[in-house]
């Protein structure tokens, strides 16, 4: 899967970001979080800046994640401009305290998703252990998966302990799992 990222030309992760924001805002579930948990894309990944100038535009509370030791720590920002800082893996990071609130729509990158929801992260285990806390508290969220449509894949290798997204957004469509073990879209949501 990096192979084939890696081949892809640039502008077209964010052709598909700006697909993919346009395809999430007229998702029911869009409407009903005004907490927006995203992730900033780094290379190879499919760019969330379009996303996040569309959660201010909606005026969403937007929430950026920061790598704090083994966790994340989400804070929350103000301008899609920042302020930012580069953190241990070269991805932008937010400034200032961590804070978040709930409930939430929680914008989850990775490698790979299948259409069972689940999903290959880049083996540092940061959103799971994340969706793993969230659920030990019992916060209400939910996680939707969000990358290229060329990462949709038969099957992934799963753990127990890895965490089944609500959903999964690409560029092209829109994928809803059933029987995910994180909150669901909103009642009522129909594909």
Not at 181 to 189: D, H, V
Request: with cysteine.
């Amino acid at each position: 899967m990096k192979a084939r990222l890696v081949s892809f030309p640039p502008e077209q992760f964010h052709i598909e970001g700006i697909k993919a924001a346009v395809l999430i805002q007229a998702l029911p579930v869009w409407s009903q979080y005004t907490n927006i948990l995203l992730f900033l894309s780094m290379k190879y990944e499919i760019d969330t800046q379009p996303l996040l100038e569309a959660a201010f535009a909606a005026s969403k509370k937007l929430f950026a994640p920061r790598v704090e030791e083994d966790n994340l720590a989400f804070c929350r920002i103000h301008s899609p401009d920042g302020p930012w800082h580069y953190g241990p893996y070269g991805i932008r990071e937010p400034t200032g305290l961590s804070s978040t609130d709930f409930p939430a729509l929680v914008i989850v990158p990775g490698l790979a998703f299948d259409r069972s929801g689940m999903r290959l992260g880049r083996g540092g285990g940061y959103y799971d252990r994340f969706l793993a806390a969230l659920n030990a508290a019992g916060q209400e969220y939910a996680a939707l998966g969000l990358c290229m449509a060329a990462q949709i894949v038969p099957e992934v290798p799963a753990e127990e302990f890895d965490k089944k997204m609500s959903g999964i957004c690409t560029a092209m469509e829109f994928i809803r799992i059933e029987g995910s073990n994180t909150s669901p879209l909103g009642a009522g949501y129909v594909d």
